[in-house]
T-cell receptor, first 114, second 111 residues
Framework: GAGVSQSPRYKVAKRGQDVALRCDPI?????LFWYQQALGQGPEFLTY????????KSGLPSDRFFAERPEGSVSTLKIQRTQQEDSAVYLC????????????FGPGTRLTVT | GQNIDQPTEMTATEGAIVQINCTYQ??????LFWYQQHAGEAPTFLSY????GLEEKGRFSSFLSRSKGYSYLLLKELQMKDSASYLC????????????FGGGTRLMVKP
């Protein structure tokens, strides 16, 4: 079956531009997570959805970062007025149930801010 | 807060055994994961430990000691394709089901 997909796979933005990153989780998965992974580092938690409800956004680094999942399936991570320190891979993961540990990761979107 | 430590890089020889250690300090511990991540690809699940002891799965084994805040991933009969980053991650119940990752260990397998 289809796994988690993300688009675009690569994005180059000029400093100050807004970007939108899309995540298509596995169909029917309740939970959805966004992580940020800097080069050579482990992923860091950004935000978590259970269906359409954003239950935790404690990892979002600033108010320039915004995530939504309006219908409880596809999610979009938006970054406004991008800065160079936003350059990273943005990973999306989904899991089937509210309390399951099995997170399935997408391939990520590599964002480069010039 | 959470603190997870693992070595940055390791090198091993094809056919050998390598042990990648991970120590953690966390609250609300629900379990510990190991993920494998090849360059430019998604992390893929290797193992999950919630009870103390060793879990064996083919060439890969993972060990957990909750009292010591310590885990290791053991890779046997190393193959060139095992060259990747290995991520230790702790699952906590403090907020949702988020995973807190260590920095990852980049393993290079040489012929």
């Amino acid at each position: 079956g289809a796994g988690v997909s993300q688009s675009p796979r690569y994005k180059v933005a000029k400093r100050g531009q807004d970007v939108a990153l899309r995540c298509d989780p596995i169909s029917g998965h309740v939970s959805l997570f966004w992580y940020q992974q800097a080069l050579g580092q482990g992923p860091e938690f950004l935000t978590y959805f259970q269906n359409e409800a954003q239950l935790d956004k404690s990892g979002l680094p600033s108010d320039r970062f915004f995530a939504e999942r309006p219908e409880g399936s596809v999610s979009t991570l938006k970054i406004q007025r991008t800065q160079q320190e936003d350059s990273a891979v943005y990973l999306c993961a989904s899991s089937a149930y509210r309390d399951t540990y099995e997170q399935y990761f997408g391939p990520g979107t590599r964002l480069t801010v010039t | 807060g959470q603190n997870i430590d693992q070595p940055t890089e390791m090198t091993a020889t094809e056919g050998a055994i390598v042990q990648i250690n991970c120590t953690y300090q966390t609250s609300g511990f629900n379990g510990l994961f190991w993920y494998q991540q090849h360059a430019g690809e998604a992390p893929t699940f290797l193992s999950y430990n919630v009870l103390d002891g060793l879990e064996e799965k083919g060439r890969f084994s993972s060990f957990l000691s909750r009292s010591k805040g310590y885990s290791y991933l053991l890779l046997k009969e190393l193959q060139m394709k095992d060259s990747a980053s290995y991520l230790c991650a702790v699952w906590t119940n403090n907020a949702g089901n988020m995973l807190t990752f260590g920095g990852g260990t980049r393993l290079m397998v040489k012929p």
